[in-house]
C-alpha cells in the first residue's frame, strides 16, 4: 500500500503538506500537474541536458521517499547542483539516496524548502519554544547539502525569535549549542555570528537569566574562542553586576569564568 511504502509525494506547484505522526507517514498532495509519470533517463545524456528537461527524481532517505523535479533541487542546493550536473551516476538516475543519518524529518523541512514552502511555512510545524532549535538543527542540515537561501532565512528569523524569547531559558541553550566548547561545526559562520553579536547586545538582560549565569560559570556556554572577546568586552559591567530579584544570586567572578573555559577547553 501507499502507507507502506512511506512514499513522499511532491509536486513542483501548488503544494499543501499533511504529516500523519500517528503513522509517520508524510504525504504531500497538490494540484498541479502529476510527477510521477513514468520516465526513462539516458546515461549517455549530457547532464544539463537533462536537468533542462526537467525530469522528476525520487529522494530517498530512511524509509521515506520524496518526488521533486532535479532542476528545484539544483537550483536551491549545491549539493544537489553537483549531483545531477556532474559526471556521477546519479545524474543520469531517477532516483538520488541521501543515506540514514540525517533527520528524516529536517530533511523533509529542506526538501519542501526546496520545492517552494517558504521557512515560515517549515516553522509552523513546531511551538514557539522549540523554533530556536528546530532552526540551528535546520540551519546545520543547510550547510551541509549548501542551501544558502534557507541558511540566510534561519539567520533573519533566529535574530527576531531570540530577542522575543530573551528571557527564556531556552536562548541560553540556543548559544550554547552555537558557541558553547560542543558546538556545531559549520562552513557558513553567520549563524553562530548572529548569535554571539546577540549575546553581546543583551548581555545585561541574558545575566538576569539564571540558566545563562549560570552556564557561563560552568564554562559549558561559551568556546574559548567566544568566552575571551565577550569577557573582554564587557568585563568591566560583568565584575560590578549586581543581581536583583530577578537574577542570580551571586556576582560573577570573571577569572572563575576563564579557569572554567580552560578547563572544558582542556576536555575536548
Known sequence: SLKARSLLHGRCFG????????????????????????????????PRS???????????????????TKCRLAAGSKYFERAFYGDFSVAASPVIDL????????????LRYLNGSSYSDLRCSVSMPQILDLGISLFALADQY???????????????????????????YAFQRLLGPSALFLADTSLQDTAFELCLENIETLLETQTFHDLLLDGTLLHSTFAGPLLAEVGGRLQQFKTGKRGPTKDLDLSQVFTSEDNSLAST
Open 99 to 110: 543515506g540514514d543519518e540525517d533527520d528524516p524529518e529536517l530533511v523533509l523541512l529542506m
Open 146 to 172: 549548501d542551501v544558502s537561501t534557507l541558511r540566510a532565512n534561519i539567520v533573519d528569523w533566529f535574530s527576531m525569535d531570540v530577542r522575543n524569547l530573551m528571557c527564556f531559558k531556552v536562548v541560553p
Open 15 to 46: 503544494a499543501d503538506f499533511h504529516a500523519f505522526s500517528d503513522t509517520k507517514y508524510f504525504q504531500i498532495i497538490a494540484s498541479g500537474r502529476d510527477l510521477m509519470q513514468d520516465h526513462t533517463v539516458l546515461a549517455s545524456m549530457d
Open 50 to 68: 537533462l536537468l533542462e528537461s526537467k525530469p522528476s527524481v525520487t529522494v530517498k532517505f530512511r524509509n521515506n521517499r520524496f518526488l521533486a
